[in-house]
């Protein structure tokens, strides 16, 4: 079992930034992928950015340029700092993590962007 612990949403108004944690714990693999995905109301739980053991990462269109992922390997921790935020990036955003075949998620942070 993986746990993932949350942290870092909150309210902010457009053009500004936040940092979501996620820490990891429990039985953990070394190649692993970690990273983010979020949902709006109404809408599907849509993939923001991942990335792999090794720092290889991918992005969804609407955030490239402007939101950066990145890992503590030997924290087990990964980060998402969302630079530049649009009121349509709210969304309650979920850390993933998956390995050996098996998916987990975390409990959700909620972002909220106001104009």
């Known amino acids: 079992q993986v746990q993932l612990v949350e942290s870092g949403g909150g309210l902010v108004q457009a053009g500004g930034s936040l940092r979501l944690s996620c820490a990891a714990s429990?039985?953990?693999?070394?190649?692993?992928?970690m990273g983010w995905y979020r949902q709006a109301p109404g809408k599907q739980r849509e993939l923001v950015a991942i990335i792999i053991t090794g720092r290889i990462t991918n992005y969804a269109d609407s955030v490239k340029g402007r939101f950066t992922i990145s890992r503590d390997n030997a924290r087990n921790t990964v980060y998402l700092q969302m630079n530049t935020l649009k009121p349509e990036d709210t969304a309650v955003y979920y850390c993933y993590y998956r390995a050996v075949g098996l998916d987990y998620w975390g409990q959700g942070t909620q972002v909220t962007v106001s104009s």
């Open positions: 429990g039985s953990i693999f070394r190649a692993n992928t």
